[in-house]
DNA sequence: ATGAAAGCGCTAACAC
DNA sequence: GTGTTAGCGCTTTCAT
């Protein structure tokens, strides 16, 4: 840093010719001969100058090529977690061919003080991606719709001006209620995602099943009822995390009249309530039957396989990289459900007699 | 975007104030009345002006407020490792009250074409963070060298302008060994982190052995034998992920000849160790001893704690992130080494007689 | 305390 | 083909 090195005047000076020239030269966008180019390359080699200096084209062009991701309230938990990894994975991967970078984002914290993150409010981004989805009054959103910058939502209220990517995943837990049902199963738990930011944990009544915030939570739910099941109990947990899943499972699978299978809203919830059916001596598949969503590979589950309803997450990322690109260039892309299916492991089988 | 936005002229116009003396209204840097300032706020409201550009601010002031995190070649085993995750964590953590952005940034690929990353090449960013490490020569540290970003390298050669940190983990493996000895064992099997890019798994012999390019793994191994431990054999994986550590186990495990205790030169790894000898009848902590390094927490080992060597993640994260910060102020920070410290689990017991 | 003017480094019209 | 001329939106001397 420091010294601020050549720039293309610099460059246009040594090579005997008008910046103009010198920057098609680089750019490579119009006439321009192939001695007159190489003339240019050989001076800015000479000058060790290393390309033009990306804020002056951004400034320019009134683009700065960067995609801003806002990752939920707590980024560390957003990083935990295997799902938002694998989509942002696929997104980094379909945006860097494109000379788009990834800028990380801290949502703000919507509980905690209205003071907004200085990157939200002003870093330079031509569009944001929203792994947060949530409700169109999160403050994240509404920030960002201030500043106009479009937005792509993954599983959320659809914007004003953006796009929206989902899964199909009210279907998914449909079809995997259907298919319990068909095992003979008639009581069904759920252990459900959380429902807000409260991190609230344990059995939710109705009064509470009336107030998810979470929209995500709220369609898995819905799907299973779609599918027929009505849920004995409803678990609520502060977090997919094994470690919550595993106390549901505790506590659901404790006493005479436990469920023969546990519906789990992720898989790491339902890894977890495998977890624990196996500490309390219970055969998973046979005695218990367990499923989740997301299809994420568990290797330290084995030799289970854990069923579940698979979701393409790294296709999601794309996805959510090309409907940004399109924003960028313009375009509205339309609003994008991705297909769910269903995968059969060990952990579910006929309901026990 | 399309319609680009008022701009702090159109501001100033409204406010009936000169351009600069509205500069100054956004900013707070200079004297200004605070009625001024007020009318210049107010206009900014009626033309839902959202403040200054960051591309102005950026081009005038010569610098982005963007670091460059350059990921590992595969981005996404970089997002999959949750020991990178973390440091990552820490590091958006920091750099975000600074106002500094977090810009991912793909490794160029090594082996494949010479063509770099675009992002890589010309993406605007002040200081780069090389999460892989690695050697001075590695080409992604040639062409940001080339371009003048100054690097915080993360456990790899020192750069030439910019910071180094890293943690003693070589010191901690050597610590390790000395308690396995302490505790009886003898035959202690190895089971390493790649070697280099070429994903060999298996047994490496001493003439593989001498060729480690992956500076983590050659230091770890270091560390052991420092502390007095020659190996009965090196398993090498490749990649850090708990089904190659599962496959090392059961080849290591099985047989007259196995060794009482392994170590692993990632929790990972040795998590993966820990299922395998399970899978094998092998009571872990009795008949064999296992132990890690890097201190992760893994739920679904329970009811075991793995044994490990714990290295401070987060603060590490945070470490680099100050660093880079630094850097960007001018400064030259010292290299960093982190401490580690022992972590005693339930993996690990005295060599069975 | 405020305004005028210069220019950060670059690209895009347009003229030659 | 190449050069000339304007800015992109902002901050920052330097006058006033």
Redesign the interface.
Known sequence: ??A??PTLADVAQAAGVSVSTASLAFSGAGPITATTRQKVLDAAAAL?Y???????R??RS?????VGVVLGDA??RA??D?VS??V??GL??TL??L?L??????AVDDAGEPRA???L????M?VAVLFSGGRADDSSRVTLD???V?VVVIEGDPPEHGALIGVDDRGGMADLARRLRALGHERIAVVALPFGGDRREGVADAERQADIRWLVTERRLAGIREGGVEPVVVWETPAS???HG?AAGRALLTGPDRPTAVIALSDLLA??VV?AAR?LGLRVGHDVSVAGIDGLDL?????DVLTSVDQPLRLKGESVGLAAAEL?A?GSPEPLVLPVSFREGTTTGPAPS
Chains 1, 2 share one sequence.
Do not use: K
């Not at 290393?50 to 002056?56: A, I, S």
């Not at 009134?62 to 960067?66: C, E, M, N, T, V």
């Open positions: 840093m420091g601020r090195g060790s290393v390309g033009p200096n990306p804020l002056g951004q400034l009134g683009r700065s090529g960067i980024l560390r990083f935990r295997p990894i694998q942002l994975d980094v991967q860097g061919p000379g970078g990834v800028l990380l984002v801290p993150d200085p990157l409010e002003s870093a330079g031509d201030r500043r106009g479009p995390l094994v470690e595993a890894s977890g977890l500490e290797p330290w589950l084995a030799p960028l313009g």
